[in-house]
């Protein structure tokens, strides 16, 4: 089970891969809908009537893009109203495995430090080298049981 995990995961990272070029692509200042709108020569009436909608929605629809308030079905609306399709996703600042592996790593270290004092206090302390492969060895198996509390801290 904790493999399909791992398979599913990384099947997920090749398709947000053709996304990471977006990651750090700002939105125009006055937002996508107002940016296409006026690129296609549409004014604010003539996409309220689009949308069967009274004119002044436009701008509060415009409003709603800047504070992230509008509804996907809204945007999804609109993106047809422009002949556009609408795209949504969410693109992971590093790669999921990382992500992952980094909140395993905080687990084990955790585990570690503790084991590391008990150690100490009984003249048996790890040295260095010894103290990074367990940790590694901790992390890989956080990793290969996706526990369920990976995520609880």
């Known amino acids: ?24 692509s700002p939105p125009p200042v006055k937002g996508w809908i107002r940016a296409i709108r006026d690129a296609l020569g549409m004014n604010g009436r003539q996409l309220a009537d689009r949308l069967g909608e009274h004119r002044s929605r436009t701008k509060q629809i415009e409003q709603q893009e800047m504070t992230g308030s509008l509804t996907l079905k809204t945007i999804r609306r609109i993106a047809e ?10 693109v992971p600042r590093t790669s999921l495995e990382e992500t992952v592996r980094d909140q395993a790593k905080k687990i084990a270290l955790k585990r570690l430090t503790l084991a590391s004092h008990t150690m100490k206090l009984e003249n048996q302390a790890l040295g260095t080298k010894e103290s990074k492969e367990i940790l590694s060895g901790m992390i890989e198996e956080i990793m290969d049981e996706l526990p369920s509390y990976l995520w609880d801290e």
């Not at 109203?81 to 969410?90: I, S, T």
């Open 1 to 24: 089970m904790k493999r399909k995990a791992k398979l599913i995961r990384e099947q997920l990272e090749k398709t947000l891969r053709k996304f990471e070029p977006l990651r750090d």
């Open 81 to 90: 109203a422009l002949d556009c399709v609408f795209v949504y996703g969410l």
